[in-house]
């Protein structure tokens, strides 16, 4: 495909009959052989590998770890200080308004902070933060492909290869070897499962994505299955369902900022929107995200109003739907007025010109397996 | 069979016309998970979305090829979505109409001309 980007697993993909589609300005593998359907339940069940190498990957350094912690701090409402080396956190940049720039994994590895941020918006971010993190170099990593390895067997599968993410928890990084590669390695994901995202040097890349796949445990997986077990897991994809429009409030990621950056926090305030974001932590917001299951068996997807039974007036909006393959019935997430967002509330969804019901529901839809 | 450019099969059954969708179209589709029909006696017209698949990945319409009426529906396909993965040509048919004008079949692909145009 003509001007896309292509990763460093390009050549695989193609090998193992994947279906090729543009997204964020890279040709990716969007299903391969098995499809969605099988690819999803096969990761709930066992191991699904997954190239996210168009994800940013981004180092923040400076004199001091502390220096490019507080420097951070300026353009996230989390604790970057509070995370202990070894560690890493969920995070947004957020805008001067207190909307979401993107979110972002931040990992403290000791001498350095190592970003993890969405590939539509990685190049807008690295300028952000290039202009904005004060005594910080601020270094994308361009020679480095991303995997994720996700579902009950993926610790099986990566530590007979690395024995030491064994010993890892939920949130937990590390640098580990791998015959010689140095390989930095996270126990996180995007599906709500157990598993590991490891970054991992281009050249080097196909043959530890075949030796994952060598395992009888473990297929490989492509964007739709992502989407779908995210959707599932309730996890916000950038540009759907957060954006610059939406605050973290909103978007019921309160839990995303610490206590020491509330108020009455010891750095409190200090980011992009404080006063907006802040306030709504106090008072609530005007709309919440929540997650929506409708009736009968009909996915509804992404746009799609959403309004009182019987009224015309809107009171929110779809912003991401389909069906859920472990759940066996549609899911979907979105924005309602507050006042319509309790666990339960019966709403309706215009879909193709007819009122469908559709039920408040707390995410995730499925509980998270993760090894805490 | 004839088939159109939207990748659907026409069977002619005596007076009717069965309609369902093509492999190659199931294909693309991806994995179907619901499928909406219309109501038995509705009086369509060519090109008027009659049917809606829904896959794991997108929401797609089915139009109807010809003038006519809907004289039945495959009621299968409402609690087994996935047979218009598993035998799209055969038991995932969607719809049967009774044609206003039989001419309107002459204009559709033989097999062959489908095979190309798929090809």
Not at chain 1, 48 to 55: A, E, I, N, T, W
Not at chain 1, 246 to 275: C, H, M, N, Y
Request: aromatic content about 6%.
């Amino acid at each position: 495909m003509p001007n896309l980007n292509r990763t460093p697993l390009h050549d695989l993909h193609c090998e193992l009959d994947a279906r090729m589609v543009p997204f964020a300005g890279y040709e990716m593998p969007v299903q391969y052989y098995d499809g969605v359907l099988w690819e999803h339940l096969h990761t709930r069940a066992s191991a699904g590998l997954f190239d996210v190498s168009h994800m940013g990957q981004v180092r923040v350094s400076a004199d001091s770890l502390e220096v490019a912690q507080l420097a951070l701090e300026a353009l996230v409402p989390v604790s970057v200080l509070g995370i202990p080396e070894g560690r890493q956190r969920y995070g947004l940049l957020t805008s001067e308004t207190g909307g979401i720039l993107d979110d972002l994994m931040i990992a403290n590895r000791g001498d350095d902070l190592l970003l993890v941020v969405n590939a539509a918006t990685k190049e807008q971010d690295v300028a952000h933060l290039s202009a904005n993190l004060a005594g910080c170099a601020v270094t994308p990593i361009t020679d480095r492909a991303l995997l994720a390895l996700q579902g009950p067997a993926s610790e099986a599968a990566l530590a007979a290869l690395v024995p030491g993410v064994a010993e890892m928890r939920f949130m937990d990084t590390s640098v580990l070897d791998w015959r010689g590669v140095e390989l930095w390695v996270s126990r996180s994901g995007y599906t709500g499962e157990d598993g590991y995202e490891v970054s991992i040097p281009s050249s080097n890349a196909r043959t530890l994505a075949e030796a994952l796949l060598a395992s009888e445990a473990v297929i490989p997986i492509g964007l739709g299955a992502r989407d779908s077990l995210r959707l599932e897991a309730g996890l916000c994809l950038y540009g759907s369902d957060i954006d610059t429009t939406t605050t973290p409030v909103e978007a019921a990621l309160d839990w995303a900022i610490q206590k020491a950056r509330r108020r009455g926090g010891e750095r409190e305030g200090g980011f992009p929107g404080a006063s907006r974001i802040l306030e709504e932590l106090e008072s609530g917001a005007p709309r919440r995200r929540v997650g929506f299951l409708p009736d009968g068996r009909a996915p509804i997807r992404a746009p799609a109003r959403i309004f009182r039974i019987g009224s015309d007036d809107p009171v929110g909006e779809i912003t991401s739907g389909g069906f859920g393959p472990s759940l066996g019935r549609p899911v979907s997430m979105g924005y309602v007025e507050t006042e319509f967002s309790g666990t339960g509330t019966v709403l309706e969804a215009e879909v193709r010109g007819r009122r469908m019901p559709v039920t408040v529901a707390d995410m995730p839809f499925r509980p998270s397996t993760f090894k805490r | 069979m004839k088939y159109t450019e939207d990748h659907e099969w026409l069977r002619v059954d005596g007076d009717l016309v069965v309609v369902g969708i093509t492999e190659h179209a199931a294909e693309q589709l991806g994995d179907v998970v619901f499928v909406e029909l219309p109501e038995a006696g509705t009086q369509v017209s060519s090109g008027d979305d009659i049917v809606v698949i829904e896959s794991v990945k997108a929401a797609s319409d089915i139009a109807a090829p010809v003038d006519g009426e809907v004289v039945e529906v495959n009621d299968a396909l409402a609690d087994t979505p996935g047979l218009v993965n598993a035998d799209p040509l055969g038991s995932a048919w969607f719809v049967k109409m009774k044609v206003d004008d039989p001419s309107q079949l002459d204009g559709f692909m033989s097999e062959d001309e489908y095979k190309d145009m798929i090809a």
